[in-house]
């Protein structure tokens, strides 16, 4: 009989990799794509968010999350959680990527479109 992983270790195993994502940084970027896909996940979605809430002042981060979002949906999931985090960055931070917020706007994947609207309308709305 083949062992198999129960939720709980799923779960203690999940964190531990988020963890150590989060202790690497999103400087390097296969650590940020993981950090994105750790967004996807109800059991790593919390912690991952607050990482880059600490962050929102990072245009470095931006700028790589708004490169990410922008190779659309055949690049997996990455591209979705990017325009996700996007969308949280304040509208002083995102208001430069405003060209890039428009493509993503428009693009015919709702998963970046909606992300993309929303960041516009926090702009918008700031102005």
Known sequence: MADTESDSEFSER???LASAAIAQGHSDPENLRELLICTTSTITHDMVEQYFRQHH???ELLRAL???ALEGEDAGDAPWAAANTIADFPASMI???R???LELSRHEWTYLQV???EALAK???SS
């Open 123 to 125: 702009i918008d709305s």
């Open 66 to 68: 708004v490169s990410i």
């Open 14 to 16: 999940q964190l531990r």
């Open 95 to 97: 208001a430069e990527h």
């Open 57 to 59: 002042q990072d245009k």
């Open 115 to 117: 992300p993309a609207q």
């Open 99 to 101: 060209a890039a917020l």
